[in-house]
Each structure stands twice: as C-alpha cells, then as structure tokens.
C-alpha cells in the first residue's frame, strides 16, 4: 500500500489532473497541501491565510483564495458544493479567530476537494493528528491513523488538541503529516510528489543541470534537508526510517522519472548534496558525500586556495564537510565535487 503526498504545485487548476493520472489502486491514502502558486508572481493559499488572519475582522482578501478554490473545482469539473463550504469556511474563520484555525485552512479546503476529486473518503486532519499542548501525541495520531478504514484523503500541515484548538506543524509540515500516516498504515511506500524530478545534487534553480541524486540514506537525507535543502522536510524522514518505509521523491510533471529513493543507505562514492545556507553576511556551504573525506577536503581546499577564497570556518564528519564564507560559492564547489565523480 502507497501513501502519497501532493505538494502545493500539483493541487492547482492546470495540474490537478496529474493527481488523479498517477493514483493507482496501490495507493490508499492521499496527503495534500493548500494550493500553491500558479504562475510567477503568483501568491500561495497558505500566504493569503496569514494575510488575511492580520487584517480581521476585514474578509475582504478571501475573495482571491475562494476564487482560487472555485476555479480549481470548476476546471476539474468535480462535483463538491464548493461555495457553501467556502461560506462555512470564511465564517468559521471569523468565529475562531486565532491563527492556527486561519492558516490551516488551506489544506483543509484542498483535501476537501481532493477527496471528492478522486471519489475517497475525506478525513479531517484533526480528528487524525492528536497533539498535547503543543506535542505530537504519537500513539494516540498512530492509532487514529490506523483505525481509518478504507482509501482516504486528508490535510497535511496540522492537528488538533482534545479540545480542538488546532496545532500546526512547521511550514512544509505536510511532508511530516505524510511520513506519520505512511507509518501508521505500515505502507510499502511513501511518494513525495513535487516539480521537480527530485534530490538534486545542488539547488537547480540556482545550479543549471544540477543532476538529480537516485539513492540517498535516512540519515543523509536529514542532514541536507536540515542544511537547505528544500524538496523535503528533515522530520517527515523520521517516521518512515523507523519503520524502514522508503521514500520516492518524484516529479507529477515527469512520471517516466524514478525520482529520488531514500532508503537504509546512500550510494557509495557520491556526491549527494551541495547546498548554501545564509546566515547575516555569512555563507555556510555544505558538502554531503559519500566519498573518502579526504579526496573531498583535498579537492575544496585545492578550490578555494586556487580561488582566493579563505574560510572563516570550516568543520564536518566521515560524510560532509562544512564552510563558512563570506562569498556564496555553491555554483563553485558543485562543479569542484562533481569533477570527483565524472
């Protein structure tokens, strides 16, 4: 059984389709985000929600994201009353007023939809996750996770308290809410479907033709996400690595693309990530590898020196190695890494 999970991209007006072509009858629970942009320039649900919570009790900003919604409905042709629970969801905003509620709203809406999208059974997210003051309650969110029967869709991003105050996860935290069911159902697989056709070795929109990781460990995974790296969020490995559950990251646009595995090892002799933090003036530029950590350091320091680049720290493990600069040089040290692998 396969649990996948659809990022903001996927869950907008021109690509909600790609959903429904890639479910299959091995999938039995689907985890969404709130849409997100649909062109550059564009502003994502979940940014119009904590806008909109600023400027209550004015509503008049919901009128873009129920216009979001209703077009997302109508260009899909799904059969879902979508103005009534559009009007149920603005009033309960107002009601509640606290910024949880407002900015979980999103992938509430999107699982809404989405269920109805697929013909599943829609499972509100707190009625699933179970929190305690501000904790993941973890056997209780398992038990409730498990006990759902049937295919089923729910919101990522947030859960409940017992008294029903909601609780959100970090921003990204749909990825975490997805890791948690994949390993509340025991599922075979976790998909993580984005744009992009999945780990790349460096940012690709900041590295042309950064090339894509095929086989990266729990525990790299982790350390590159921690350190920058956007296609996942470092605490959704932790649920399916206990339970050895692997994790395919993979791009809707790009189906005949195997995507990223993260699994119980990396590759050996790999690079598997370069990427670069900003902190003030600063640079913190991380190389994750698989490499013997000396050919690596050789290589950078060989680099830097050639450049005239001198560290204002540097440190690291068996497995990456860390530098601290005043200059942003990702685009250097990727092409310095991969010259170690071609």
């Not at 007006?13 to 009858?25: A, D, Y």
């Not at 956007?230 to 995507?259: E, M």
């Not at 020196?305 to 560290?311: F, G, Q, W």
């Amino acid at each position: 059984m396969i649990v996948a999970k659809f990022g903001g991209t996927a869950i907008t007006p021109n690509n909600l389709h790609f959903v429904k072509n890639i479910i299959t009858h091995h999938h039995g629970a689907v985890v969404v985000s709130a849409i997100g942009k649909q062109f550059d320039g564009d502003t994502k649900v979940t940014d119009l929600l904590k806008a909109l919570h600023s400027r209550l009790p004015d509503t008049s900003l919901f009128d873009k994201i129920a216009f979001k919604y209703r077009s997302l409905v109508e260009q899909n042709d799904i059969s879902i009353d979508i103005n009534a629970i559009l009007k149920d969801t603005i009033t309960n905003i107002v009601q509640q007023n606290y910024y949880e509620n407002t900015l979980s709203k999103g992938e509430e809406l999107s699982a809404k939809v989405v269920a109805a999208f697929l013909g599943w059974k829609y499972v509100s997210a707190e009625s699933l996750f179970r929190f305690g003051s501000r904790r993941l309650l973890g056997k209780e969110t398992l038990k409730n996770i498990s006990s759902v029967e049937g295919r089923f869709v729910t919101g990522g991003f947030y859960g409940a308290r017992k008294d029903g105050r909601r609780v959100l996860f970090p921003r990204g935290g749909s990825d975490i809410s997805a890791g948690i069911v994949a390993a509340a159902l025991d599922a075979s697989l976790y998909e993580n479907w984005t744009d992009v056709n999945g780990l790349c070795i460096a940012d690709p929109t900041k590295v042309n033709g950064a090339e894509t990781v095929r086989c990266v460990s729990y525990s790299d995974m982790r350390l590159l996400a921690q350190c920058g790296a956007t296609v996942l969020h470092p605490d959704s490995v932790l649920p399916a690595a206990r339970k050895a559950i692997p994790i395919n990251i993979r791009n809707y646009f790009n189906t005949s693309d195997c995507g990223t595995v993260v699994c119980n090892d990396s590759l050996p002799n790999q690079v598997l990530g370069v990427t670069a933090r900003r902190n003030g003036n600063l640079y913190c530029t991380t190389i994750v590898f698989t490499l013997p950590h000396s050919v690596v350091a050789e290589a950078i320091y060989c680099m830097l020196k050639h450049a005239d680049i001198h560290p204002m720290g540097v440190t690291g493990a068996s497995n990456h190695l860390q530098l601290i600069t005043v200059e942003n040089i990702l685009s250097a040290v990727y092409d310095v890494v991969m010259k170690l692998t071609s």
